[in-house]
């Protein structure tokens, strides 16, 4: 009975070390983390400069292994700490978290000139470890909340603007032709986005007084465009800041921001972590 207890215990600790981030070793944890993350994407851009690679390529590889392992155990705890290993292995920060360590295993297997190719694409997944520091800062947290409540406002929005596209794209397909760049109506509406989104390539422009009036309204309409996500954002983000929340995971379906003082999961009910 008291090894069961001293178990638990054990999984309880870890997994208030490793989920929250309120408490004193929860924040070290994840300071050292992030600083982890960082180097590593850092070994990573400074391997693509063929002058270092050549002169301290040993050095780096040595580092990256050392950063490998780190993020190997921190994995498998991650696993042991939780009810319900699927959720996280399956979830999308435990996707990021294996995609970004397995290709430097992956390495010892593919080896030979004929997979130099394959191994230049997996050691850059390792950048998805930069993926990894959104769970560690709570901010984001509000704003994947915000994002989240603003999804439909925010679809209906980008269905309007794809209709607005296509419209565009129409109109001026008819006005200029093909004589001025515009051969088809998806071409047409490809410049219409290109125009409406403010980015102008300039490698479609209307000749014609009517195609450069329209031409001059879309980029115009453009701006007003721009700001309508930001506005319906804001919002949410708004009404986030206005519950108080934390940090603590629940052990069973690892939801987050609980209000402060719940007990239970909002999700699945279950007891959390005192």
């Known amino acids: 009975m008291s090894k069961k207890n001293s178990y638990k215990k054990l999984k309880h600790k870890l997994h208030e070390i490793i989920y929250e981030a309120d408490t004193p070793t929860g924040k070290i944890f ?156 998806p071409r047409s509406v490809y410049w219409a986005i290109v125009t409406l989104t403010t980015v102008g390539y300039g490698d479609i422009a209307p000749q014609s007084p009517f195609g450069q009036l329209i031409a001059s309204i879309i980029m115009i309409l453009g701006y007003a465009i721009i700001a309508i996500p930001t506005g319906i954002v804001s919002s949410q983000l708004t009404k986030v800041e206005m519950t108080e929340t934390n940090t603590q995971s629940c052990p069973n379906c690892l939801k987050s921001n609980h209000k402060e003082n719940a007990e239970f999961c909002y999700n699945c009910g279950s007891v959390l972590n005192p």
Not at 92 to 107: E, R
């Open 30 to 185: 994840d300071i050292v983390l992030l600083i982890a993350i960082l180097a590593s994407v850092l070994f990573v851009m400074l391997e693509s400069i063929d002058s270092i690679q050549e002169k301290h390529g040993y050095l780096l590889n040595i580092a990256e292994w050392v950063i490998t392992i780190l993020f190997s155990i921190e994995y498998i705890l991650r696993i042991f700490s939780i009810n319900k290993p699927a959720k996280y292995i399956f979830s999308f920060y435990g996707v990021i978290d294996f995609l970004s360590t397995v290709p430097k295993y992956l390495s010892l297997i593919l080896v030979g000139s004929h997979n130099l190719v394959a191994l230049r694409a997996l050691r850059l997944l390792r950048v998805f470890r930069i993926l990894k520091i959104t769970r560690y800062v709570g901010e984001s947290n509000r704003l994947m909340i915000a994002l989240k409540a603003s999804k439909a406002k925010i679809s209906v929005f980008l269905f309007f603007v794809l209709i607005l596209c296509i419209i565009l794209g129409t109109i001026m397909y008819m006005i200029e032709g093909a004589e001025n760049g515009f051969t088809s109506i």
